[in-house]
């Protein structure tokens, strides 16, 4: 499910669709925002195989989970590297 498997294609595992999201980050957006983004994207990609909303919010929370991005006021935002580093400290 995160990776490429044998039952999901390269193009809707997990950790693609997250790339996929940072791809269209260009700032704060909001979830809807950041889903529309996504599926315009897609369509330009020909990304074909279906990416339903639970999975899209499925690879935010594996990016939330890697310290990637985070939710300020409502808007999801990205996480500088070093951030999570220093966090860690």
């Known amino acids: 499910m995160i990776i490429p498997t044998k039952g999901i294609t390269p193009q809707r595992s997990l950790i ?8 269209i980050m260009d700032g704060p957006l909001t979830v809807s925002q950041a889903w529309a983004r996504l599926r315009q994207w897609r369509r330009k990609h020909d990304h074909h195989a279906p ?12 990016l ?7 939710l300020d006021n409502e808007l999801l935002v990205r996480r500088r590297a070093d951030a999570a580093a220093l966090e860690r400290r």
């Open 16 to 23: 693609a669709v997250g790339a996929q999201i940072l791809e």
């Open 64 to 70: 939330y989970a890697l310290g990637v991005v985070e």
């Open 51 to 62: 990416v339903p909303f639970w999975w899209f919010v499925l690879a935010l929370d594996l």
